[in-house]
């Protein structure tokens, strides 16, 4: 028996990186996957995720999206629906970061850039799914990645830190508006992570190394099992909460 036996999960950005390791390991344990992405192939290579699942005898299906379009995501929910015959599991990953660098030299259209992705993409991921977990009946679980720059300072990281604290606050407000109607919704706040994202594209992958307690950075498959928790029923009496997975750099 699968932790996620019977059920189906939407996960954004699923084709690389965090979100292939959650859409992966929520397969294993019996989801159902709608993985999304805006591409199929996985940036690090390999087997795209989908056929990656299909392979071992999963259900999934790639449904392109566009986090920043609110048409996209309500497509991309649809289609899930469609396969699946419902959608129990929302996990909002898609997001960018654009490097450090100082506040004098933040445009106006790359600040809106990351607001769109990792704000807007998780805002109304998280109303798309609400309203068809709600038209279900109630019930379900929703899950926002946000960040630890999303709860503490982080100096030339001002537009990704202002926008993964808004999804960190997200979570506890719907939380409380959800509530009622069976739905929990919580984040996850990852440190530094092996991604080709902080390895080769905005390499920060090592530079905090000092200052984390375990001396290393997170494994995208270390964040799958928090979200795999969240997902599960085994976190039944968990929403709004901002699970902290960091090797204990914020515990300083």
């Not at 999304?36 to 699942?53: C, S, V, Y």
């Not at 960018?96 to 993409?121: C, H, W």
């Amino acid at each position: 028996m699968g932790r996620l036996d019977n059920k189906s999960a939407l996960v954004t950005g699923a084709a690389s990186g965090i979100g292939r390791a959650i859409a992966l390991k929520m397969a294993r344990e019996g989801a159902a996957l709608a993985v999304a992405d805006i591409r199929k192939d996985p940036r690090e290579g390999g087997t795209p995720t989908h056929e990656r699942i299909s392979a071992r005898g999963g259900r999934s299906l790639f449904v392109e999206i566009d986090v920043s379009s609110v048409d996209s995501i309500k497509s991309a929910v649809d289609k899930t629906v469609e396969a699946f015959g419902s959608l129990d599991i929302m996990v909002n990953n898609a997001g960018i970061f654009l490097g450090t660098r100082p506040l004098e030299d933040i445009s106006e259209t790359a600040y809106q850039k990351v607001m769109d992705i990792n704000v807007k993409g998780a805002y109304f991921g998280a109303k798309a799914a609400a309203a068809q977990m709600k038209k279900q009946g109630g019930g379900g679980a929703i899950i926002n990645m946000s960040s630890i720059a999303g709860l503490i300072g982080f100096e030339k990281a001002s537009d990704y830190a202002v926008s993964k604290a808004a999804v960190a606050n997200l979570s506890r407000v719907l939380a409380l508006e959800l509530g009622p109607d069976g739905i929990r919704i919580n984040s996850i706040n990852p440190g530094v992570i092996e991604t080709r994202m902080t390895q080769q594209d905005e390499p920060i992958s090592g530079t905090l190394n000092e200052k984390i307690p375990l001396r290393r950075d997170g494994r995208p498959d270390e964040i799958a099992a928090a979200a795999l928790f969240l997902a599960s029923d085994e976190s039944s009496y968990v929403t709004g909460h901002n699970l902290v997975v960091d090797g204990g750099y914020t515990a300083q």
